[in-house]
T-cell receptor
């Protein structure tokens, strides 16, 4: 599992509340990613990080922010959750030992916004 | 940006038959094409990948082919088994200017493969 964990694994929240999802890795990988998965859309990149305090937007970044204050943790924050953000969120890392862009995924967080 | 289209969205085969899933990509600069398998309620897992300097790659019952000129690549599963039933995703990795891609992947929409015993 490439040492990736996500917390919480499940969360139900109400519209308008802030939510923070955590991705934690133990193998010192430089690159980390947040995706959301919705039926018919595959996996879509929200934000990514290429080092501590180095982050950038993906294709569906509106309504989300991220932070990476240390190598092992990549946080995804929904500033004010909306029902359209109900989804399964996956964190991924790019294997630092691989010469390709091979990514490994965390177990996912199922978020429901009521 | 890169755009990846995947077909079919659903595929139903009998055990022992072959299954083929096709993807097209838009950016000729893409040079890495992985395939992921996702079982119900689980995380996506890499099953095979190919780089743009290779036309075909095999791993037991799974193979991937790449046509750079046409900008499409395909996953071939032979002698399908019920445990092959899952959602399969293709993806492409695009290089941004300066040659640093940051490893970003653009995924297709997924194919639900069902193998009937």
């Amino acid at each position: 599992d490439a040492g990736i964990t996500q917390s919480p694994r499940h969360k139900v929240t109400e519209t308008g509340t802030p939510v923070t999802l955590r991705c934690h890795q133990t193998e010192n990988h430089r690159y980390m990613y947040w995706y959301r998965q919705d039926p018919g859309h595959g996996l879509r990149l929200i934000h990514y990080s290429y080092g501590v305090k180095d982050t950038d937007k993906g294709e569906v970044s509106d309504g989300y922010s991220v932070s990476r204050s240390k190598t092992e943790d990549f946080l995804l924050t929904l500033e004010s959750a909306t029902s359209s953000q109900t989804s399964v969120y996956f964190c991924a890392i790019k294997d630092r030992t691989s010469g390709t862009n091979e990514q490994f995924f965390g177990p996912g967080t199922r978020l429901t916004v009521l | 940006g890169e755009n990846v289209e995947q077909h079919p969205s659903t595929l139903s085969v009998q055990e022992g038959d072959s299954a083929v899933i096709k993807c097209t990509y838009s950016d000729s600069a893409s040079n890495y094409f992985p395939w992921y398998k996702q079982e119900l309620g689980k995380r996506p897992q890499l099953i095979i990948d190919i780089r743009s300097n290779v036309g075909e790659k095999k791993d037991q019952r799974i193979a991937v082919t790449l046509n750079k000129t046409a900008k499409h690549f395909s996953l071939h599963i032979t002698e399908t088994q019920p445990e092959d039933s899952a959602v399969y995703f293709c993806a492409a990795s695009m290089r941004v200017e300066g040659g640093t891609s940051y490893g970003k992947l653009t995924f297709g929409q997924g194919t639900i493969l069902t193998v009937h015993p």
